[in-house]
Nanobody, 121 residues
Framework: QVRLVESGGGLVQAGGSLRLSCAAS????????MAWYRQTPGKQRELVAK???????TYADGVKGRFTISRDNAKNTVYLQMNSLKPEDTAVYYC???????????????WGQGAQVTVSS
């Protein structure tokens, strides 16, 4: 089974920085896209940044210029560097990946357990 394990959340003051990491482990045959989503209470989960491939990136309008997504394919790991954080960035951040498990041929969507990011004003 493929598991996504996140790390790096926490509490930071407005204007500060945090970096989230997410590693795909277990019976991983291939990792396709990797992405970060976030969710606040009472709202739908929203896309923050996505890397469909090693060279392609997509960002939500509200984080462009402040957040950077990157990935290390050798480690099946995706990162989210968050700079100039604002109180409205406070949310639970979820790692997302489309990956294929060893022994299977059909890729599936996997989610991490979530990491709380709190930005104080």
């Amino acid at each position: 089974q493929v598991r996504l394990v996140e790390s790096g959340g926490g509490l930071v003051q407005a204007g500060g920085s945090l970096r989230l990491s997410c590693a795909a482990s277990g019976s991983v045959l291939r990792v396709d896209s990797m992405a970060w989503y976030r969710q606040t209470p009472g709202k739908q989960r929203e896309l923050v940044a996505k890397m469909p491939s090693s060279t392609s990136t997509t960002y939500a309008d509200g984080v462009k210029g402040r957040f950077t997504i990157s990935r290390d394919n050798a480690k099946n790991t995706v990162y989210l560097q968050m700079n100039s954080l604002k109180p409205e960035d406070t949310a639970v951040y979820y790692c997302n990946s489309v990956a294929t498990e060893s022994g299977n041929s059909v890729p599936r969507v996997y989610w991490g357990q979530g990491a709380q990011v709190t930005v104080s004003s």
